[in-house]
RNA sequence: GUGGGAGUAGCUCAGCUGGUUAGAGCACUAGGUUGUGGUCCUAGGGGUCGCGGGUUCGAAUCCCGUCUCUCACCCCA
């Protein structure tokens, strides 16, 4: 083939379309039902709205153009800044809380490896305009409401959280400059995926003997509250500015546990983020087998808008790609067997008799019943058998019957029951359990 | 950007100590004589063996290059 996809993207072929709806459309029922509202922004924007933000270095993840009037724009690589961007734009006049979320399309132009490509799709949620922990929190109970929703319990998913205020303070209390916080976060993020001794000669490099290792390590691997507790109560020379900022974190628990989904939640002293605008609780979504990377995470962002040119405007949400998601569910057994939906399929018993089944397609139809048909005139077995594969609930046959009763056969193709009806009480309720032969069908649903 | 692995039918793969017209399963299409599917049988279509070059009487098979995919690293929104 002369042309195949881009490096990255995917072909949404009928069957792989059909499982992105539905989990999109589970993104969009769980949203909904959380109160949350859907926005959508342009698939592109101008360049410096990314870059102004994050660095030049994110520029080379973007796929970046200009137009004739030498604009620089970029493809959506994330959908913050867009949420950011029409927040102030209108941040007078929203109603507050501002609760949205968007089930974007983004690009970024990293190279594709596993749970990454360039193209994908990702559902995002965000609370705007509170600074309250319990946003924090219901942000959370979303993203574990979605878990439950698509069949992952807690011995498949957890959540993973922690606070970059904790953090910075338990830095502070270990005197690392202010100016190097963002280098302690970077190591501390590696700290569950690289050996000790690495991280400890690159801490040893960053820190030399300003902050020794020593007084790191309790902070290491540190999970549960209790744990957190022990750590700081046992920390040499006293963690006071950290012990200061437990209360908060305790807040955030004790939220999660009226929400009941503590057996979800987990602390994490390991998850940091390396997105540079969070500034409290941040959080990942894992699969319990650690086989994937983070299915999803998030966090607060306190300053972003302010940053992007607005009023200073608190904010929480995260971000779920479909790519992770998927590879975990499928690895599950956990996504559905979808089948394409056709409410009747039409099937004429001879050549003659067509024109009728026409008609009764297009009644059907009108009806805002999913119909189809056969093009050729075939054997009945043979459009029973095209009926099914088609994934249809009921099969109608126009036959002699038709012409001489004017009732139709429908078969029901799930259980094989057939009945006859009158074709006018079939066009009216095409899909009704039938009369005496349905008797059993109805008795056990 | 760096390194490993892999490219044979739409998909999953076999064939590879070089030797006639390159195979299987699934999928697809058509039949199995006049109105009953989801389990059957038969037949058929579909591949310049990723591409280019080299070695050889002869290359899917050996060598070189190249492209693509994939996994990991870097990075992570």
């Not at 099937?347 to 999913?370: F, K, M």
């Not at 119909?371 to 075939?378: G, K, L, N």
Request: contains cysteine; glycine residues 10%.
């Amino acid at each position: 083939m002369k042309f195949r996809a881009a490096k990255g993207t995917r072909d949404f072929y009928p069957d792989a379309m059909r499982l992105r709806t539905w989990l999109t459309d589970a993104w969009r029922r769980v949203s909904l039902r959380n109160g949350f509202e859907e926005y959508d922004g342009p698939i592109f924007e101008h360049l410096e709205l990314y870059t102004t933000k994050s660095g030049d270095e994110i520029a080379s993840q973007l796929f970046d153009l200009e137009d004739r009037g030498g604009r620089r724009l970029a493809i959506r690589p994330e959908m913050t800044p867009t949420l950011g961007r029409m927040v102030n734009a209108r941040a007078q006049s929203l109603p507050r809380p501002i609760k949205w979320f968007s089930v974007p399309r983004l690009c970024r132009a990293e190279r594709p490896q596993k749970g990454r490509l360039r193209e994908f799709f990702q559902w995002n949620i965000d609370i705007v305009g509170v600074d309250d922990v319990l946003a924090d929190a219901e942000s959370i109970l979303v993203a574990v409401d979605f878990l439950r929703e698509v069949g992952l319990g807690p011995e498949d998913a957890v959540v993973r959280i922690n606070s970059r205020r904790l953090v910075a303070a338990v830095l502070a209390d270990l005197r690392v400059p202010p100016d190097r916080m963002d280098k302690a976060y970077a190591l501390l993020d590696k700290a569950g995926k690289i050996p000790r001794d690495a991280l400890q000669a690159m801490w040893k490099e960053a820190f030399g003997d300003a902050v020794p290792f020593d007084a790191i390590e309790p902070l290491l691997g540190v999970e549960g509250l209790d744990h957190l507790h022990e750590a700081i109560r046992g920390a040499k020379g006293g963690w006071a500015a950290a012990e200061r900022e437990l209360p908060a974190i305790e807040a955030l628990f004790e939220k999660l546990d009226s929400f009941g989904i503590t057996e979800y939640c987990n602390f994490d002293m390991a998850i940091v983020r390396g997105l540079a605008y969070y500034t409290g609780v941040v959080y990942e979504v894992f699969d319990r087998g650690q086989a994937h990377r983070a299915i999803g995470g998030g966090g607060r962002y306190d300053n972003l808008l302010r940053d992007l040119g607005g009023p200073a405007m608190p904010g929480v949400g995260f971000g779920v790609g479909d790519v992770v998601i998927t590879d975990v569910l499928t690895e599950a057994g956990k996504l559905p067997v979808l089948k394409g939906e056709l409410d009747v399929y039409v099937i004429a018993a001879d050549a003659e008799l067509q024109p009728r089944a026409l008609e009764l397609v297009a009644q059907l139809r009108r009806g805002g019943w999913s119909t189809d048909f056969s093009y050729r005139a075939q054997s009945v077995g043979k459009l029973l058998r095209a009926a099914s594969d088609r994934g249809a609930r009921r099969a109608v046959i126009v036959g002699q019957e038709t012409r001489d009763e004017n009732l139709v056969t429908i078969k029901d193709l799930t259980t094989g029951q057939q009945t006859r009806r009158d074709w006018a009480a079939f066009v009216a309720a095409p899909l009704a359990a039938g009369d005496e032969g349905d008797e059993q069908a109805r008795r056990s649903l």
